[in-house]
């Protein structure tokens, strides 16, 4: 029930206005997570090339349509490269998760022709890794827990081969800001309150 009025709240308060929200600041998603239990990804130990490779996390990381390329983890990093029209590059990288999860971020490096997307349940939550952020950081929270993310280049015939580091994923919930919490908690014991008793 706190759940429930919990997500009521934040939606009441503007604090839910889609249900994922992509974060380009590290800092902010770390405020955001606070409460999150994360596993953490660091690429220690180097994995050979193939379609699919399994991470030392537990996350699958599966290339798939398009000429294969390099796609593998080796000194402290994960590799991969992705091409538009496939011709010269894997066509798109999924990462299953081996739990659902409600927070993701990580590290990425050296995007090309940064043109790469990342999405959410459908190309409707994608994001794309542009300009001056060939180098940075993002963070991913969804109000509901997510299975997969899927890495796509948008323009045809452009390789970008790009790594990974220091990538982190949680399931537990997303706490709510301390106001909206005490709100909730007051609605509850209202709703309680009102409720007729039923005698032994």
Not at 94 to 102: A, G, K, N, Q, S
Not at 123 to 144: K, N, P, Q
Request: aromatic residues 12%.
């Amino acid at each position: 029930m706190l759940r429930l009025t919990a997500l009521l709240c934040l939606t009441l308060f503007g604090f839910a206005n889609a249900s994922v929200t992509f974060f380009k600041d590290e800092a902010a998603f770390n405020a955001a997570t606070a409460g999150v239990t994360f596993t953490t990804d660091t690429f220690s130990n180097n994995i050979s090339a193939a379609d699919t490779i399994f991470l030392d996390s537990g996350v699958v990381s599966a290339n798939s349509g398009g000429n294969r390329a390099a796609h593998f983890v080796a000194s402290g990093l994960y590799f991969n490269s992705l091409d538009g029209d496939g011709t010269g590059a894997s066509l798109e990288n999924m990462w299953t998760f081996p739990e659902p999860v409600i927070a993701i971020g990580f590290d990425y490096f050296s995007l090309v022709e940064e043109r790469i997307t990342v999405s959410v349940d459908g190309v409707t939550r994608a994001i794309r890794l542009v300009g001056e952020d060939a180098d940075g950081f993002l963070g991913i929270v969804s109000l509901s827990p997510i299975t997969s993310i899927v890495f796509d280049n948008v323009t045809q015939g452009f390789v970008d081969a790009y790594e990974v580091d220091n990538l982190r994923f949680g399931a537990t919930e997303i706490p709510l800001p301390a106001p909206m919490l005490l709100f909730a908690t007051v609605i509850d014991a209202a709703v309680a309150r009102r409720r007729p008793r039923t005698s032994p």
